[in-house]
Structure formats: C-alpha cells, structure tokens
C-alpha cells in the first residue's frame, strides 16, 4: 500500500506538463470557436457564452499562477469551458460537416463532464450535509495535508484551525494527527509533526494529540489512525468515545468510505475549501473517486 501511494503521487507529478497543455489547448479551442461565433448579431448571447467559457479558465490559471503548478484538478473545468464555446460556434456560425462534427464532438464532452461533476459536487457535499455535533470526548482524526517550505499549505491551515476551535471548545477531545513524511524536507519531520507544532503555538498540549506519522494518502490516513488508536494501553477507553474524521469539505467522502472498509462510521467534520483552489480541489477529488 505504501509503494501504491507513492507511485501515485509520482504519476500526479509526471502529468503536470500534460495538464498544462491540455488547459492552454482548450483554451485555445474556446477562443477559436468564439472568434468564428462573434459578430452573429446575438451580442448579449454571445457575451453570455464569453463569461461561461472565461470563469473555469480564470479560476484554472489563478491556481496554475498562485501554485506554481498544475493539477488534475485543472482538466474538469478546462474540458467544462468548451461546452459554452463550442454551443455558440454550433448556432451561430457556419461550419463544413467536418467541422461541425468536431464541435459537437466538443459539446458533448465538455457537456458529459459538466454532467458527471455536478453529480459528484453534489454527492460529496451530501457526505457532510447533515452531519451530527462531534462529542465533548470525541477522538477526532484529523487528516494531513501538503508541506510548503516548512509550512502547512492553506487548505491544512484550515483543517487545523477547525481542530483547535474543537479542542478549545471541549479540552477533553483528543486530536489523532495523520501525516506522513514531507518529500526533501531536509529535518526529516512528517506532516504530523508540522501539524502537532501547530497546535502546539496555540496552547494545545502534546497530551491531547496523537501522531500518526506513516501514511501517505487518504485510505492510510484512516487505516493507520485506527490502528495507532487500537494499539493503544487504554485502547478500550478510546473505543468508546465517538469517532470523527475532520478534513476539507470535498475530502470527507472518501475519508468516511475508508472507514465504512475498515467498519467504523466516522463522523464527518468539515472545513471550507481556500477559494483559490475550490474548483480544482473538488474536480480533483471527482477524478479521485472515479479513477480509483
């Protein structure tokens, strides 16, 4: 499992090129079908259609230039903005059989894709939605994220403050903080030990965290809590307390699958999603869940 994760985190990085050419290819497209569709007479249409197509890529290149990367997360709301374009192109402007083959070709894609995310934004949500108020004596897991420069990124930094206004609310909570080794940090320290410092600058005592220092990815961020927890002295004690699982709003579908696998209902404890990586975030988790 753990080779599994890190080839997969690996095959991420080698796509990175690949997903930028795909989001400045469909950019390209766009432009092109709205070029020919311009000049149609239906300007407030055609203005509509610019918008729509505009808005995925706007929100893609933001997070390409506030990253300094791409991510499949990308690909959805590229392939999602063709569908604007290529409509227009369709109506407004004449095209050979090719052609207009190609751009319903395109619609139907981009239109699929449209489809398929909707379904799935609206499933991930439906995991949190109407979630019960975590226990005063909770074992809450919170689940790691990516390291920058010694630095949780900002979506970690939401999931821990939600864990310290929890633990304030209820000192009797205890933390189980996931996170395994941060690539080329030159310290050595995991994901949850960079969360446990944290938290600990903000009153939170080492005696109410635990730190999972192994896993890689969600499904041993719920295996490896479990299994710290059971192996515990007073195992028995933690058993009884209610189990959560606190992460970012998109993730918790996929957390709370993990432990239905392992045959523990985890109670989902949300945390908003940057605005800078939102889309992105939640297309990539689509892609997640649907390509294994």
């Given at each position: 499992?753990?080779?599994?994760?890190?080839?997969?985190?690996?095959?991420?990085?080698?796509?990175?090129?690949?997903?930028?050419?795909?989001?400045?290819?469909?950019?390209?497209?766009?432009?092109?079908?709205?070029?020919?569709?311009?000049?149609?007479?239906?300007?407030?249409?055609?203005?509509?259609?610019?918008?729509?197509?505009?808005?995925?890529?706007?929100?893609?290149?933001?997070?390409?230039?506030?990253?300094?990367?791409?991510?499949?997360?990308?690909?959805?709301?590229?392939?999602?903005?063709?569908?604007?374009?290529?409509?227009?192109?369709?109506?407004?402007?004449?095209?050979?059989?090719?052609?207009?083959?190609?751009?319903?070709?395109?619609?139907?894609?981009?239109?699929?894709?449209?489809?398929?995310?909707?379904?799935?934004?609206?499933?991930?949500?439906?995991?949190?939605?109407?979630?019960?108020?975590?226990?005063?004596?909770?074992?809450?897991?919170?689940?790691?994220?990516?390291?920058?420069?010694?630095?949780?990124?900002?979506?970690?930094?939401?999931?821990?403050?939600?864990?310290?206004?929890?633990?304030?609310?209820?000192?009797?909570?205890?933390?189980?903080?996931?996170?395994?080794?941060?690539?080329?940090?030159?310290?050595?320290?995991?994901?949850?030990?960079?969360?446990?410092?944290?938290?600990?600058?903000?009153?939170?005592?080492?005696?109410?965290?635990?730190?999972?220092?192994?896993?890689?990815?969600?499904?041993?961020?719920?295996r490896y809590s479990l299994a710290l927890m059971e192996a515990l002295p007073d195992a028995e004690e933690l058993e009884d307390r209610q189990h959560?699982?606190?992460?970012?709003?998109?993730?918790?579908?996929?957390?709370?699958?993990?432990?239905?696998?392992?045959?523990?209902?985890?109670?989902?404890?949300?945390?908003?999603?940057?605005?800078?990586?939102?889309?992105?975030?939640?297309?990539?988790?689509?892609?997640?869940?649907?390509?294994?």
């Amino acid at each position: 499992m753990q080779e599994h994760a890190t080839k997969a985190k690996a095959r991420e990085k080698q796509l990175e090129p690949v997903v930028a050419i795909l989001q400045l290819g469909c950019m390209a497209a766009g432009a092109w079908m709205l070029a020919g569709a311009h000049g149609n007479g239906r300007e407030p249409l055609w203005l509509c259609a610019l918008v729509a197509w505009l808005v995925p890529n706007v929100s893609n290149m933001r997070y390409w230039a506030s990253h300094r990367k791409t991510s499949v997360g990308m690909v959805p709301p590229a392939v999602a903005s063709l569908a604007p374009a290529s409509l227009a192109a369709l109506l407004w402007a004449g095209a050979n059989d090719v052609l207009t083959g190609l751009l319903w070709a395109a619609l139907a894609v981009s239109s699929g894709t449209i489809a398929v995310c909707t379904f799935w934004f609206g499933r991930l949500r439906s995991a949190y939605a109407h979630s019960e108020e975590p226990e005063r004596t909770a074992v809450i897991i919170v689940l790691g994220g990516t390291i920058r420069n010694g630095m949780p990124c900002p979506t970690l930094v939401q999931r821990l403050v939600k864990a310290e206004e929890l633990w304030h609310e209820s000192p009797n909570r205890m933390l189980v903080l996931t996170g395994g080794p941060v690539p080329d940090d030159p310290s050595g320290k995991t994901e949850a030990d960079y969360m446990a410092d944290f938290l600990s600058l903000r009153g939170i005592p080492h005696t109410s965290m635990l730190l999972e220092r192994k896993a890689l990815d969600t499904a041993q961020n719920v295996r490896y809590s479990l299994a710290l927890m059971e192996a515990l002295p007073d195992a028995e004690e933690l058993e009884d307390r209610q189990h959560c699982v606190l992460t970012s709003n998109y993730h918790l579908y996929r957390a709370m699958e993990e432990g239905r696998a392992l045959g523990v209902d985890l109670v989902p404890i949300a945390c908003p999603t940057p605005p800078i990586s939102r889309l992105q975030q939640w297309s990539r988790e689509v892609l997640a869940i649907l390509l294994g």
